[in-house]
């Protein structure tokens, strides 16, 4: 005998249908993955000089909690679900991290970029809060999606208690095609440009301030 099934049952039952995609993914999570993803950002060649910068101290990343762990986010009309038969290899947090990270220590010589876990002392405090970290389907279930990777920063100087500067970053880039592996690799073009673009940013406002360490003459 079968069960019944509640309007709400059917309800999901006709989205999963509606939104599932070709080539393998599905907006429902499956309960092991297929594959585990890492971002490969490309950082530029290290610049960094003797004379050594500033100390920041770049705190983990804040993500609401469709964000923080390690699913591949998608958005289909406002609605987050999320990849099947993939994940990431770490928290997404983490991942995009480790990229802000590795690109300050290549392309910004006037920071010497710390994690927390280093318990360094330190002036200055990069707060960032994860706002987007998804795939889109803006141009409906078959078409390539478009990644949006928005990050808002806060540069904030311990001595005096304030807040040095603030910016949001926001990076798109479209996916190459509707499948798993194009999807990751537009993360990664995503995630790499933030990176970069956060790493000249918090260089550019230790520069100008009052105080900027030796490595800005160069």
């Known amino acids: 005998m079968s069960r019944p099934v509640s309007r709400a049952g059917l ?11 070709p080539g393998c993914i599905s907006l429902l999570p499956e309960t092991e993955p297929d594959a585990l993803y890492r971002l490969t950002t490309q950082s530029a060649p290290e610049t960094r000089t003797a004379a050594g ?23 289909r009309d406002g609605r ?3 990849m099947a ?7 997404a947090p ?11 220590q290549a392309q910004a010589p006037a920071i010497t970029p710390a994690r927390v876990q280093d318990g360094v002392s330190a002036r200055y405090t990069l707060d960032l809060e994860l706002r987007h970290f998804e795939a889109v389907y803006d141009a409906g279930s078959n078409a390539a999606p478009r990644v949006q990777v928005t990050l808002i920063s806060r540069l904030i100087d311990r001595q005096t208690r304030a807040i ?17 592996s194009a999807i990751v690799e537009a993360f990664s ?19 100008e301030g009052d105080e900027a360490p030796q490595a800005c003459a160069g």
């Open 189 to 207: 073009a995503a995630s790499g440009e933030v990176a970069s673009q956060l790493a000249d940013w918090a260089e550019g406002v230790i520069c």
């Open 164 to 180: 040095a500067a603030s910016r949001t970053l926001g990076v798109s880039r479209q996916a190459s095609a509707n499948r798993q």
């Open 53 to 75: 910068g500033e100390t920041v101290v770049i705190d983990r990343i804040a993500a609401p909690r469709g964000l923080a762990g390690d699913r591949i986010a998608l958005e």
């Open 85 to 91: 038969g993939a994940a990431w290899l770490s928290p």
């Open 94 to 104: 983490q991942l995009l991290h480790s990229a802000i990270v590795e690109a300050v």
């Open 11 to 21: 309800a999901a039952a006709a989205f999963a249908a509606l939104i599932a995609l």
């Open 80 to 82: 987050i679900a999320y």
